[in-house]
């Protein structure tokens, strides 16, 4: 019998970046390279171990953002012509590796191989229905899916406007239940960011549990008897799970991880920067930016410069992810065996991740996945793998401890959307929050176009919100599409409300903005009144 668990979370998000004012849109690539590269290959490996009968299991975030664009048909017209474009670029590829370039030859046609099956995958088994696709794992019992607030809001800097905090969670429980036809059990607290006043809200929704960092867990109140071997229960009665610090480095650390092996796939060397631009220019962005393109020739080959990077073999990394799976197996079962001696119930080793890491950062990860589980399910008896849920279900008494305010962002707290970047955001955030509850005291039972205009007026705000846009201005990537957003947000909002309040609605503008910022499309105003 096991004498524990490991239960791997994949917290997969994305911005919401439909930009249909726009042929082509820089930041909607990101989500193509995210189907790409990260979530057809994850539905390629739960396919196969469902299809030869691997016992696994596994948890996935896919937070109401992604979902939104994953079900979006415009979105999933666009990502089809991405695909073509991409195999065209693959088939001349091949061609001219055979004539001047022979070292790449081969990769070249693991390339064209690679996005034809991903064109297949996506067309043929999806019929561009992720959503529907991921639902089916969940059906089957081997995929526990979670949501998240409903832009990804950043929650501990909302609390000044408690009617925000709700409308985050609760319109990203909604969007879960059309979706999955259930309520979720777990919830993704964005960029795990944790304060005390969360639980409330989330115990309301019927939440059971959530994820911290470490030392949410560690510097609990009393100080957890387990450490984040087991689960503690807030006093606000839900259960929150600490990552994991030897798994998540072993896994997560670009340095001293897996992902940093010399064989695996160089990300930053990309042949949208390396070949001739007039060869190149029909597959990068049409003004002529060079943009990576997907195709990349290098591995990783060791410190140093990008030009000197040595040719990538698909084969030798793909063996060496085989190795560190075996590693990584090898180590848990070590850490469960130590754990597992004073400990009441058998412990848990909870692994939450990007999961864009597999696959789009870390080329090689979803096959590393696929041989964790394959070894896992036949090579050791120490552990199972095992969702959040079903170890509540499992072992329904946990400590109560109050939980340590935290993120996973640099240094653990909030800083990271808190600073001299990004901090002037906050005032127009909350005037605006405050601003819709005043709108849905005011209005409480609105009908036809004021409705329409009421309803746009929560979807600005919330997409104003997300912590994707602080988080961007912090990192000083793309800050200038950070900023224009969270811009263009407040000032839709703001137009609105005077609109509304001064009963002068200009429908034809109102009609405009509906349709580029189209989420939630079922979403209800009212989400925001006060609560007696």
């Not at 008897?225 to 994991?244: E, N």
């Not at 042949?271 to 990068?284: E, S, V």
């Not at 005291?441 to 997409?463: H, M, S, V, Y």
Request: with cysteine.
């Amino acid at each position: 019998m096991e004498k524990g668990y490991v239960s791997l979370v994949l917290h997969a998000h994305l911005p919401y970046v439909r930009h249909p004012e726009h042929e082509f849109f820089l930041e909607e690539k990101w989500y193509y390279e995210a189907v790409t590269e990260t979530y057809i290959p994850l539905i390629k490996v739960f396919d196969a171990l469902i299809r030869e009968d691997v016992d696994f299991r596994i948890t996935m975030t896919l937070t109401p953002t992604l979902v939104s664009l994953m079900s979006d048909e415009l979105i999933q017209k666009r990502y089809k012509h991405y695909l073509e474009k991409l195999i065209e670029l693959s088939e001349k590829e091949v061609e001219r590796t055979r004539l001047h370039q022979p070292e790449f030859h081969d990769t070249a046609k693991f390339y064209r191989s690679l996005f034809s099956e991903v064109y297949q995958i996506y067309t043929d088994y999806c019929k561009g229905n992720l959503v529907g696709v991921f639902k089916r794992f969940q059906d089957s019992g081997h995929l526990e899916i979670i949501t998240s607030a409903a832009t990804h809001g950043f929650l501990p800097h909302m609390v000044q406007v408690p009617e925000a905090v709700r409308a985050q969670i609760k319109v990203g429980i909604d969007s879960y239940i059309k979706h999955f036809g259930k309520r979720p059990r777990g919830f993704w607290l964005p960029e795990c960011a944790y304060t005390s006043e969360l639980d409330e809200f989330l115990k309301k929704e019927g939440i059971s549990y959530y994820i911290l960092e470490t030392h949410g867990v560690l510097f609990a109140d009393p100080k957890p008897k387990y450490a984040t071997f087991a689960p503690i229960l807030s006093p606000g009665g839900v259960a929150a799970f600490g990552r994991d610090i030897e798994s998540s480095k072993q896994v997560w650390s670009a340095t001293e991880g897996y992902p940093g092996d010399y064989e695996y796939r160089e990300f930053y060397r990309d042949i949208g920067h390396d070949l001739d631009f007039d060869y190149i220019k029909p597959y990068i962005h049409p003004d002529g930016i060079r943009i990576q393109t997907g195709i990349k020739y290098y591995k990783i080959t060791g410190k140093v410069d990008l030009k000197d990077k040595q040719p990538y073999n698909y084969k030798r990394a793909i063996s060496k992810a085989e190795k560190h799976a075996g590693n990584f197996m090898f180590n848990r079962e070590h850490q469960i065996r130590y754990a597992s001696g004073g400990m009441d119930n058998p412990p848990i080793v909870l692994c939450p991740y990007d999961a864009e890491l597999f696959g789009h950062w870390w080329f090689e990860g979803p096959k590393w996945l696929e041989f964790l589980f394959r070894k896992a399910s036949k090579d050791q008896n120490t552990f199972k793998f095992i969702t959040p849920s079903e170890y509540l279900d499992k072992y329904p008494k946990i400590q109560i401890c109050s939980p340590n305010p935290s993120s996973w962002g640099n240094k653990g707290y909030f800083e990271v959307w808190l600073n001299k970047n990004n901090d002037w955001i906050y005032r127009h955030l909350h005037q605006a929050a405050r601003k819709m509850v005043e709108l849905t005291e005011r209005f409480k039972d609105a009908r036809g176009l004021q409705r329409d205009a009421l309803n746009q007026a929560a979807r600005e705000l919330l997409l104003a919100q997300s912590s994707d846009w602080a988080f961007i201005m912090d990192s000083g990537t793309m800050v200038e599409y950070a900023v224009k957003r969270t811009k263009d947000h407040i000032y839709r909002f703001n137009k609105l409300y005077e609109d509304i309040v001064n009963n002068k609605i200009d429908e034809n503008w109102l009609r405009n903005i509906t349709y580029l910022d189209n989420i939630f499309p079922d979403i209800d105003y009212r989400v925001y009144q006060k609560k007696s």
